[in-house]
């Protein structure tokens, strides 16, 4: 399959210029666990599909893709990356607007929590990451085979712009204990 997106440093700069608009400076390891979460989500959205032309691998630090991760070793690359096309920038947007207030910790809490990431980790360290078993930990049709993460809280999380931890609050209703 065609990824959507030309190539994986065009999504990395992007968020970086996502996260400079919003006046942050994205962090290696925040950037490497987006980049990841951008993958899994849109394979597990796409059938199986990539977003861009990437490898992750499972470390104890997280997931890591190491071309990019060596290109930005030494701090982002000036270059000029290609506008992506309008519906993987809608798609980066959605994934900025649910995880680009949250800390680096946070993501990997999550990604340690998915089940693709977990069983990758546990074959050992620098087993990639496909994406055929992102699609299934992230929305495929066998989400449930997939094993070795924990399961997913059945409440959802809620973040403040600022990235706080949230509770659901309903007009009327009393707290819950």
Request: proline share 8%; no cysteine; net charge positive.
């Amino acid at each position: 399959m065609v990824p959507a997106a030309r190539s994986t440093l065009d999504v990395a700069l992007w968020l970086v210029a996502r996260a400079d608009s919003a006046g942050e400076k994205l962090q290696p390891q925040k950037l490497q666990r987006l980049l990841y979460l951008a993958q899994a989500h849109y394979a597990g959205s796409h059938e199986g599909q990539k977003l861009m032309p990437a490898v992750f691998l499972a470390t104890e630090l997280g997931p890591l893709e190491p071309n990019i991760y060596y290109l930005f070793q030494s701090g982002e690359p000036k270059m000029v990356y290609a506008d992506p096309a309008a519906t993987v920038e809608e798609f980066l947007m959605g994934l900025w607007d649910r995880y680009g207030p949250r800390p680096a910790e946070d993501l990997l809490t999550t990604i340690a929590g998915d089940g693709a990431f977990a069983l990758a980790l546990k074959a050992g360290r620098n087993t990639e990451v496909t994406t055929e078993i992102m699609s299934a930990g992230y929305g495929g049709k066998s989400a449930v085979k997939v094993r070795g993460g924990a399961k997913p809280s059945p409440e959802p999380s809620y973040w403040t712009p600022t990235g706080k931890r949230a509770t659901k609050w309903i007009p009327g209703q009393a707290p819950r204990r």
